[in-house]
Structures are given as C-alpha cells and as structure tokens.
C-alpha cells in the first residue's frame, strides 16, 4: 500500500506540474498572440493615419504648385521685358505682391502622423518598399520646406530693398521659385506613387 501511495503522489505531482506547465505556456501564447494582434491594429491606423496625411498634402501640393509655376512666369517675363523698377520697386521698396499676390505659400505641408510613426518604429513592421517610399516623400516635403524658407529669407532681407541690386535679387527669387516648382512637381509625383503602394496588401 506504501508503494501504491508514493506512486499515487507522484502520478498527482506530475499531473499538477504539466497542468502548471500548460497553463503558464497556454498564458504565454494567448498574450502573444494578443499582444501581436494589438501591434497588428495599430500599425493597420498608423499606415491609414499616414496614407490621408499624404492624401491632404498631395492636395494643398496641387493647388500650390501651379501658383508657384504663375510666380515664376511673372518674374521670368519682367526680367525678359526689363520692366523691374516698374513691376517691382515701388516707394523705395521690393513689391513682390505684383508677382505673388496671395504671399509665399498658404499653408503647411504635415509631416506630424510621419513624426510619430518614425517614433513607434513603424518601419520595422511594414514592407521595405512601403518603408522607402514614405522617406522619399517626407524628405522630398523636407527639401521644398527648405527652398521655401530661402524664399522667406530673401525677400525678408534688407538687401531685397536696394534698388542696385534689384536685378540681382529678382533673378535669384525668379531661379527659387523655378526650383521650388521642379520639387513640387516631384512631390507629386512620390504622393501619387505612395498612396498607389499603401494601397497593396502586405
């Protein structure tokens, strides 16, 4: 009888410690599965997020771009015509609202939904392909940015003011508003590439 209890007890000890066993590992796998369904979710608002922020900005780019395109055609065909003083120096001061009556630019371009996905690490969980066009886009939006403070820059500067370097200055805006057009035009292209590639399943 002694020797069935022990072998009873140790039948019962093993029995508990594989059903321990289970349950811990049962735990694990439900928490991972979990936790990867979670991941799963927000990394499906996260690319959704992103693809209407690239919407909205392809949208404020096209209605920008043939205006900057405008600026350039009237700064182009004063400068051809020699009509400087004329069109852009009124009481002693540069007038570029001759040539760009709605100012610079009218409004941003959003890179706030990029800012917080480049944080969670979004790019370790989506396609190299989804990954490298959406840095092509955001650093296209980065280098238009830029050449548009240039813009601000020059024509903020005292120098915009001298009437001896009105051509000078005028010849230099007239080449940035050029190469803002040209990055604009390639913006455009990289937003209608993403959205086309966000749009495929992985």
């Not at 405008?70 to 007038?95: A, G, P, Q």
């Not at 396609?127 to 830029?146: G, N, P």
């Amino acid at each position: 009888m002694t020797g069935e209890k022990k072998e009873s007890k140790f039948i019962k000890l093993i029995t508990e410690s594989a059903l321990i066993i289970f349950s811990v590992l049962l735990a694990l796998i439900i928490s991972e599965w979990k936790n990867n369904y979670n991941e799963k979710v927000q990394t499906e608002k996260m690319m959704a997020n992103l693809k209407q922020e690239i919407i909205d900005n392809q949208n404020f780019i096209s209605s920008l771009l043939p205006y900057h395109e405008k600026v350039h055609e009237k700064l182009n065909n004063i400068i051809k015509t020699d009509s400087l003083e004329e069109k852009l120096f009124v009481d002693d001061s540069y007038f570029l609202w001759e040539v760009a009556p709605n100012g610079i630019i009218q409004g941003t371009l959003n890179d706030i939904v990029w800012s917080i996905a480049k944080t969670d690490k979004i790019t370790n969980r989506i396609s190299l392909k989804k990954s490298r066009i959406l840095y092509e886009v955001y650093e296209q939006q980065a280098i238009i940015d830029f050449t548009i403070s240039k813009i601000i820059d020059l024509i903020t500067s005292r120098e915009i003011n001298s009437k001896v370097l009105l051509k000078e200055n005028t010849i230099l805006l007239n080449s940035l508003f050029r190469e803002v057009s040209t990055q604009e035009k390639q913006l455009d292209y990289y937003y209608k590439n993403a959205i086309e590639i966000l749009n495929e399943n992985e």
